[in-house]
């Protein structure tokens, strides 16, 4: 294939927790000196664009705010087009200020919007939301991922929580982030490039390489992040080319090699 962009997942692909891959850095370089595209595509709820870039350039990587295209944004935008619903928002404080135009109700909102929220998870919660779903309101996540990599390992991620509100409400959640299409075309139209000129690089087989590949772009699995070739082994998901870290992405794309 011919590439001339890329969407590279985040967390587990260019960073883990506080620290940069190995050779991510070099990578980025190379590939932005080669004339391909990139956005930075992330599922993360936990950060802003602006919170997110300040982090990369703490480690090290220069992403500007420009080039991040953030489930939270999606989402803003997914409730911004529907005026100014009510929600219960079960989010991190970082992301706040993003969703402050929307009223906020307790009782009986338009929408519960779950984002992650950490060690704040209780029954108290879990069942507040179970009943302003019961009430008639739409179950919004802004993904469902089953676990992420820390520093220390995999952990829980917040789609056990969905999966359970689901289960006691009945509902289908709308979910915002990768997998759904409508958030890797709305990357591609950032770029103004077709998905068969842009390749998904990620460390997510569901997620990531499962997402790319139904909107038909080339998928890059990295064996960093929340990779598991025990994962891999039972999955029905295979990517278009599995490479060990974003370190070997320039070679495998023969950028510098040309």
């Known amino acids: 294939m011919t ?5 590279l997942d985040m967390d587990g692909v260019i960073h883990i927790g506080s620290r940069a891959v190995p050779g991510a850095g070099e990578a980025l370089s190379a590939l932005r000196a080669s004339g391909i595209s990139l956005r930075f595509v992330t599922n993360t709820t936990t ?9 990369m350039k703490a480690l090290g990587l ?19 087009a529907l005026g100014r619903p009510t929600i219960f928002p079960l989010i991190d404080g970082a992301i706040t200020d ?36 019961r009430r008639g309101a739409k179950l919004l996540c802004m993904h469902r991922n089953k676990y992420w990599q820390s520093e220390n390992g ?14 006691v409400s009945g509902q289908s959640a709308i979910v915002i982030g990768k997998p759904n299409p409508a958030f890797f075309e709305a990357a591609l139209r950032s770029l103004a490039v077709e998905p068969e000129r842009c390749a998904m690089v990620g460390d997510d087989l569901e997620a990531d390489i499962g997402g790319a590949q139904g909107c038909g772009l080339y998928s ?13 082994e039972n999955s029905n998901i295979r990517a278009d080319l599995v490479i060990d870290s974003i370190a070997a992405l320039p070679k495998c794309l023969n950028i510098g090699t040309r």
């Open 98 to 133: 993003p969703f402050s135009t929307f009223p906020r109700d307790q009782q009986t909102p338009d929408y519960v919007v779950i984002g992650d929220i950490g060690s704040r998870w209780t029954y108290e919660i879990l069942n507040t939301a179970f009943n302003c779903l």
């Open 62 to 80: 220069d992403i500007s705010q420009n080039e991040i295209f953030t489930v939270v944004d999606a989402c803003v935008d997914y409730l911004s």
């Open 220 to 232: 890059i699995l990295v064996k960093t992040g929340k990779y598991r070739q025990e994962l891999v």
């Open 47 to 55: 950060r802003t664009r602006k919170g997110l870039s300040a982090k």
């Open 3 to 7: 590439t001339t962009a890329l969407l």
């Open 154 to 167: 995999l952990c829980m991620d917040i789609g056990a929580f969905v999966a359970a509100l689901e289960y």
